[in-house]
Structures are given as C-alpha cells and as structure tokens.
C-alpha cells in the first residue's frame, strides 16, 4: 500500500472550509468527518483534515499561529498542465481565497502559481513538463 498524506488544518469556520475546498474540486470524506472535522479528499493518496481549533488542539499543544500573519508551512499540489494551475487559482479565488499570495514562477519547464485559503494558509499549484523530470533524479 503506497503511504498516504493527511495535511492536517486548523480552521475557524468548519463549513465555510469545506464549501471552498469543494469549490475546487475536492471532495468530502463523510466517513472521517463530523461537526469537528471534516476530511477532504485530494487525491487516493492525499487528504487535508479540516479541523475546528477545539479539535486541532488535541493533536498539538502548540498555539495555533494565524496563517494570515505568518507561514508555517507551504503546501504544493501538482496539475497536469499550465492552464490547469491558471484554472486552479481561478476556483479558489472564486471560493473566496486570494491570488497569488507569493510571486507566480516561471521557468519554461516548470510554471506555478499560489493562492491563500480562508485561513491564510498557502497552497501552491505547479505543472512540470513531464519531459524534465523524465531521468534520474540521482544524476548530477
């Protein structure tokens, strides 16, 4: 079995989270969720756990920082093509997110963009071509 990714987030508003990560085109796990979280369902292999600050201080002693002043951490999700990243940032700005919180990058084999959740938190949307990454990652 390939090991899974569970992104676990601290949210203020539990539904208001949910209904923008569906405005992308995730969808919602109601096996793993409840009125304290809910799991959004990225990829097979990918899920982001939207958990209410009750919730998410169970896991973590730690305070919960706000994503809208300081970063703790970038998320980035591939996509198949340069329009699909274009496409992407448009979804979440129409949920309500924000455009390219950090500068778009440009490289002719590679292309991101970025946008900001509800909660400040940044995710980063690329496409490689997949010719540039077609050898081996070890060689010089």
């Known amino acids: ?12 508003d539990l539904s208001r989270a949910v209904a923008f990560y569906e405005a ?25 756990m939207l958990l209410t600050h009750a919730k998410f201080m169970k896991f973590s002693p730690r305070p919960i920082t706000d994503a809208h002043a300081s970063a703790q ?12 990243v274009d496409a992407r940032v448009a979804d979440a700005v129409e949920a309500g997110g924000i455009a ?5 990058q440009e490289f002719g084999f590679m292309y ?23 050898g081996d990652p070890a060689s010089p």
């Open 73 to 84: 951490a970038l998320f980035c999700l591939s996509t198949e093509s340069r329009a699909a």
């Open 112 to 134: 991101w963009r970025s946008y900001e959740d509800l909660d400040g938190h940044i995710w980063e949307v690329m496409w490689m071509d997949p010719s540039a990454v077609a």
């Open 100 to 104: 390219d919180p950090t500068p778009t």
């Open 24 to 48: 992308l085109g995730f969808r919602r796990n109601p096996q793993f969720s409840d009125e304290t979280a809910a799991c959004i369902v990225v990829s097979d292999v990918i899920h982001v």
């Open 1 to 12: 079995m390939q090991p899974l990714i569970f992104i676990n987030l601290a949210v203020r």
